[in-house]
């Protein structure tokens, strides 16, 4: 939505004919002025004496350069002349007539080109609306608007200028600071430009000097209602002298950059458009027709430009002036990576070379993470992992990133920073022709080793014998906690995960397996990321390359859990527990063998084959407690309870699931403490089941409460989702709906790591709530047992 910039520039909204109107009037006012005073033999000197207004003031407003003066200014100007009251009165027509025709600065253009099929922004427009309607300020309002290149800032501006203009009776200045320029003009050039927009007489810039400029600009301001677009700021140092002390006008300032060092101002962060506004504004520029003949490709065609104003101006403008292509050809032709910056360009408009502007101005150290940044394989990364790509000190790296974020390159969320689509693929190509392959390769391999090294630490927490880094383990990286460790490797999950990628791809098959063997356990708190069987799997096969057999069995067993709990493939994680069962008994490895029958009890029962789920579960048991293993000795305990409930067997599975609580309670410590929570919080549910089932509503709501505070606790969102609905449900048929509805919506809100399962449910229950039909309704009161 980029529009060209004007130098000087503003209007008062209206038509041509209301423009020349309000001239006429001014004119009128003037021309009554200048008869009265020549009436009177006064110089403009000694009006000026006599009245208290200034000598410049009055030779405005003579010449119509100025809006007609207010009432107590006529007043003084009529004493000032000695007129009589029929005079006086006439004096004071001529200037309500003025004032209400209105006024804009003599000579200027109308706004540049591209404001008018504006899109959005609705939230931007009125927090300026609003402070350009604040009253009793003592100073003129000053709006930083910022965001990077391509964001719109400027036609924001221009729009809100237009759309604000009668609140600034006397003009809108647009005043283009050329921030991007090789050598942007100066304060000093730059205050002489406004001043002679503004129409100041050469005499009084003589007399004045260049010195007295800046206290003439402001004076000028002060005593006027306008609105200063101050457009491409380079930096606060071009900005600060511009901006008025006083009076009732408003200034906006537009720049790639935050502008952080400036005091006192509103700031307006600008990013790309919603997918619903990117796909309004194409069909402005493409026509309705088009647009609605393929929806789904213009969604595509905007996603690709990033939802980002400019590429979707550019994009549009190519398909109005190409009326024989389709909004698909469009989408098809920007499909491709490695060709989508050169397809972002119409006529001598390149969205590429906006971003140049941008990267000319960083500094070496800048520029060259900028470009490293496109090694980043997801979506963001953190500090410490920038400064793996470029090898510097973690807090150098933080001061280049935010030297990034300053000038509109790089956006922030939370601690992690962010490359906009575009701006990815830009850094990418500058990349490629800036540094040559070895050394991109280097900063890759660099990053991906850290990754890794630091996913086995961190996972490392979750398993038994291990937990806190080890004393010697020395990084940026705070995981002095499992809470800590948990949020690294979510934060940086898609990053890990491309690193562990690439390891497999490259036959690195010992580092593979590590990794693996390293997240087991932490796979049970981020059960629904969604690469879980992509991981085991990866790992299965290089656990196959290297040809060991109890690698083999226990890599296959960890992908059958993946298969069977992540994406709920019963037969195809029975394959993979045969497989494992298989290379367990060969290698007479009696703990794989016993994981491998606890998972074909879990997939049968899934499958509500209870006998051979009974019969595995029962050998997984054995086997566990002839191993040792107490943390299989649970899962077995407690898959027996549930077999008890599947074949509604309460009071039977009650009294399984409290053995399983006093083995839990006699291990203590002994456990590892997230798999013992785990365990927990399946014993509570299957607690709360069973009582649910006997109609026993109370002790189900408690023991569900149980699960999900415990859940909560531990971050372990995929449970949580569970236990909510779960809980939801037996307070319903307690019935206690109004506590059942705030669990189906905490459900709702977890977000994508929880269960999607529980989430469609709780949704779907709540809808039943909210409809007066099923009030008091079984299905509304959620009358199945949890």
Known sequence: MSGERAGFSGERAGSKGERAGASGERAAFGALLRELRLAASQTIEGLAEASGVSVRGIGDLERGRRAAPQRRTVAALADGLGLDEALRERLLSAARAGRTAGYSPVGVRAFPRGIDDFVGRERELGRLSVLAGGEGNDRPPVVAVSGPPGTGKTTLALHAARDLADRFPDGQLILDLRGTDDDPPGPAELVLGVLKALQVADRDLVKAGPQGHVALYRQLLAERRCLLVLDDARDEGQVRPLLPAAGAGMVVVTSRRMLTGLESVHRLPLGELSPREAAAFLTVLVGAERAEADPAALAEVAERCGHLPL?????????????????????????????????????DVRVDAAFDLSYRQLTPSAARLFRRLALVPGPDVGAVGAAALTGQQVFDAEDTLEELVETGLLGTDGDRYRLHDLLRLYARARLEAEESAVDAGEARAALYRW??????????????????????????????????????????????????????????HATVVEVAEALHWFSDQWIFWGHWPEVFGDAARSARALADPVLVATQVNYHAWALLVCEGRQRDSLTASAEALAVARSAAHTRQEAWAHLYRGWAFRQLEDLTPAADHLHRAALLFEADGDQHGSIQAQLGHAMILRDQDLNEEAIAAYERVLGFLERAGERLEPHIADVARISLLAGMGGSHAALGQWTQAVEYLSTAVAICRENGNVALESRQLANLGKALLSAGRPDEAREAFARCISLGPDADPKPVAESRTRLARLASPAAEGTAEAAGADPA
């Open 311 to 347: 590429a979707l101006r550019v994009a549009g403008n190519w398909l109005a002036t190409r009326t024989g292509w389709t909004v698909r050809r469009l989408a098809d032709r920007l499909a491709a990576d490695d060709r989508r910056l050169d397809a972002l360009a119409a006529g």
């Open 451 to 508: 990754l890794l090294e630091t996913a086995v630490v961190a996972g490392r927490w979750f398993e038994p014998d291990h937990g806190a880094p080890p004393a010697g383990w020395r990084s940026a990286v705070d995981l002095s906690s499992a809470d800590l460790a948990r949020r690294w490797l979510q934060a940086e999950g898609a990053n890990w995960l491309a690193a562990l990628r690439a390891c497999a791809t490259a036959g690195e």
